[in-house]
């Protein structure tokens, strides 16, 4: 499975919006991108997940450039509700063998 | 619809001990995993089955056995706990690759201090 890199943490204020990138240089062909989000003392929950260019669902869009070495998490107008662990993961859809990495703490700040 | 159903919440072991952590899903997801989190890491992938009878091993899979005779129920057992297997639990489930909604779910953790 291909490894992926984030920043460790972000901060952020309430309202802007928020980018994190993931960095994936050895993505196969048959990968997909996937975000998860975790809340203290949660299990992670699926925020997005796509193939190429632009994704966008009712919390988050999700930005894949044509080499697909990288994609953004886009997060909208943060509020304090969002300050969460997210991870980026790559691999086959439907896959049972998911990969985390450290994530990244995003703190959202009033 | 409960989802990924994960009990006990939090258990205490001695050295030792064993015991198994439950895991239920009502959505008839082929796919189950377990995996441990320990403090500021992300998630392992302990041991994994992708049906009913069939399961095979993560990337920390020592210490641990699973089966899996129904597809709704997935449990993990610690034979003999060790301190290095304190950690949060946590179960997950899909459906299988190529369908669509296969996003994971996961249940809420338990909690395992073994002293």
């Known amino acids: 499975l291909a490894k992926t890199t984030q920043p460790i943490s972000m901060d952020s204020y309430e309202g802007q919006e928020v980018n994190i990138t993931c960095s994936h240089n050895?993505?196969?062909?048959?990968?997909?991108i996937t975000w998860y989000q975790q809340f203290p003392s949660q299990g992670p929950r699926f925020i997005i997940q796509g193939y190429k260019t632009k994704v966008t669902n009712e919390v988050a869009s999700l930005f894949i450039p044509a080499d697909r070495k990288s994609s953004t998490l886009s997060l909208p107008r943060v509020s304090l509700s969002d300050t969460a662990v997210y991870y980026c993961?790559?691999?086959?859809?439907?896959?049972?063998?998911?990969?985390f990495g450290t994530g990244t703490r995003l703190l959202v700040s009033p | 619809n409960a989802g990924v159903t994960q009990t006990p919440k939090f258990q205490v072991l001695k050295t030792g001990q064993s015991m198994t952590l439950q895991c239920a899903q009502d959505m008839n997801h082929e796919y189950m995993s377990w995996y441990r989190q320990d403090p500021g890491m992300g998630l392992r992938l302990i041991h994994y089955?992708?049906?009913?009878?069939?399961?095979d091993q993560g990337e920390v899979p020592n210490g641990y056995n699973v089966s899996r005779s129904t597809t709704e129920d997935f449990p993990l057992r610690l034979l003999s706990a060790a301190p290095s297997q304190t950690s949060v639990y946590f179960c997950?489930?899909?459906?299988?690759?190529?369908?669509?909604?296969?996003?994971?779910?996961f249940g809420q953790g338990t909690r395992l201090t073994v002293v």
């Open positions: 997950a489930s899909s459906y299988r690759a190529g369908q669509r909604n296969t996003e994971a779910f």
């Open positions: 089955s992708v049906g009913a009878g069939i399961t």
């Open positions: 050895n993505i196969a062909t048959n990968d997909y």
């Open positions: 993961l790559v691999g086959k859809t439907g896959f049972q063998k998911l990969v």
